[in-house]
């Protein structure tokens, strides 16, 4: 898929589960350059539209997902870079298919486990590391 194919799949999956979580009808009642919180988003509605998203592309993302990208567009066109980066996607092909891709496979998903089952504390604690927790 090219990158406008794929930035247009991953707007309508986003706005889509936006849709779902919120109520709406549709995915067509989300307008993509509307913010999310102002469309009702807030923590609980956030973190579960990020599991949403995390489990359609099968990557882990951030509890802070709707206030890092806060519209429809801005969180495709970052999951768009996720899913098949320009840049590293021919050597991340590479390494897994040398024989790591269990492996790979095994740590992503221990990694996304380990980070749903936090709570914001520890989401911070991982975020600032030390700093945070001699605080």
Request: glycine letters at 6%; zero cysteines; aromatic letters at 6%.
């Amino acid at each position: 898929m090219d990158v406008a194919a794929r930035r247009r799949t991953l707007l309508d999956q986003v706005r889509g589960h936006a849709a779902a979580i919120l109520g709406y009808a549709g995915a067509h009642l989300i307008d993509a350059d509307r913010p999310f919180q102002e469309m009702g988003f807030d923590s609980l509605t956030a973190v579960e539209f990020r599991n949403r998203l995390s489990t359609a592309i099968d990557a882990g993302l951030p509890a802070t997902l709707v206030f890092d990208y806060p519209t429809s567009r801005t969180l495709a066109d970052h999951l768009a870079e996720l899913v098949q980066p320009e840049s590293a996607a021919a050597d991340f092909t590479q390494r897994t298919a040398a024989g790591g891709e269990a492996t790979a496979r095994a740590r992503s998903a221990a990694s996304v486990g380990r980070i749903r089952d936090m709570d914001e504390e520890d989401l911070i604690r991982l975020a600032l590391g030390d700093a945070y927790s001699e605080k």
